[in-house]
């Protein structure tokens, strides 16, 4: 569970060389990848929380127990012979803007590129239980990776659990393929678990087991960490679905230290990509300093698929503007116009905002 920076820290002060070990084992989207409707996978974020298993496909097998009647040990061969999907799903690093709020969890430091959107091939999981035949006194199923570490203390594997009732929504698959090609090591060669609307926290990399229990899983990653709380006493609240997020992709061009955006004076086209895990986003809306304005919003390809969103903007004058946009889902749910402050640094969705100069009339670079 991620450490605390003392009271009165500012949020991007003392980063430590621990986070900074951290940050470059992990990494975000660049933001110009938001042009991609989907991320090449070079390119989609990345979050390792131990060390990336070596692992032969050829001798991996899947072993499904617990509270089954006919437990079931697969190869991948025999997964990929089951019916198969393929779907584009947005997924987003359940502490995406960490390193924005203060006091600032010690962990990952991340802004808001903890993000991307692939295609992903797989089987659905839910037919494979059935054919192991669950018990009806099933209340979890737990899925257990090849990866192991130590975390708060604990010696681990990462492990993570779904309800059933979440479990057999059919668009939880089993996936073995990401943009048409073999999961990479980073991306849980031979097989991980998909949780579309979830933080990606929920799917298993490198999955090894499916244990079926008849008790709220106990495991660290699931009663310890990615917790919704205000105080390290408090039980907490698990985190689940993706609460509803927009960003822009940054117009014009980067000074290279701060990345601010420097800008042509004359129309510029804003646009940007809009997503929840609630729901389709009905409406994204853009500040670029006189309020806030709606933006067009393309439909999802993809009920978990981010949406594309763009607005016309002419700069009344040269010199410096702050730009932000915000989205609000079919839920209701919208982002707030502060982070929600928690003790993990969990789903800061809080409009993003890009630093913008706009050059004079006439200027060249």
Request: hydrophobic residues 40%; proline residues 12%.
């Amino acid at each position: 569970m991620p450490a605390q920076v003392p009271q009165g820290t500012s949020a991007s002060a003392a980063i430590s060389r621990e986070e900074l070990q951290l940050a470059t084992r992990n990494h975000g989207m660049p933001l110009e990848a938001l042009r991609w409707p989907v991320t090449p996978v070079g390119l989609h974020y990345l979050l390792i929380h131990y060390d990336i298993p070596m692992v032969d496909a050829g001798a991996w097998r899947l072993e499904v127990g617990g509270l089954v009647r006919r437990s079931r040990s697969l190869t991948l061969a025999e997964l990929k012979s089951r019916p198969q999907v393929t779907v584009p799903v947005t997924m987003e690093c359940a502490g995406n803007g960490r390193a924005r709020l203060s006091p600032r969890a010690v962990s990952q430091p991340w802004l808001v590129e903890e993000v991307g959107t692939a295609r992903w091939t797989g089987t659905p999981l839910w037919p494979l239980l059935e054919e192991a035949d669950v018990a009806a006194d099933a209340a979890e199923i737990v899925f257990t990776g090849l990866d192991r570490g130590v975390e708060g203390g604990v010696e681990q594997r990462y492990e993570r659990s779904l309800p059933v009732a979440q479990a057999r929504r059919e668009e939880v698959l089993l996936v073995w393929e990401v943009n048409g090609q073999p999961l990479p090591p980073q991306h849980g060669h031979p097989l991980r678990l998909l949780v579309p609307g979830w933080y990606g926290m929920a799917s298993v990399k490198w999955l090894a087991r499916i244990t079926v229990v008849a008790e709220p899983f106990q495991g660290y990653q699931q009663a310890r960490a990615y917790r919704w709380r205000q105080d390290p006493d408090e039980a907490g609240v698990p985190v689940g679905p993706i609460a509803p997020r927009s960003l822009m992709i940054p117009p014009g061009i980067p000074e290279f230290l701060t990345r601010r955006r420097v800008v042509p004076a004359g129309p510029c086209l804003l646009e940007g990509r809009a997503w929840s895990g609630w729901g389709p986003v009905v409406a994204v809306e853009v500040d670029t300093g006189d309020g806030w304005r709606p933006a067009r919003l393309d439909p999802p390809e993809a009920p978990h698929a981010w949406q594309a969103w763009s607005y016309p903007w002419r700069p009344p004058a040269s010199g410096e503007y702050e730009l932000r946009c915000r989205a609000r889902d079919a839920s209701g749910r919208e982002q707030p116009p502060e982070p929600p402050w928690n003790l993990g640094g969990y789903a800061d969705n809080s409009p993003h905002a890009v630093q913008v100069t706009v050059a004079p009339a006439g200027a060249s670079g």
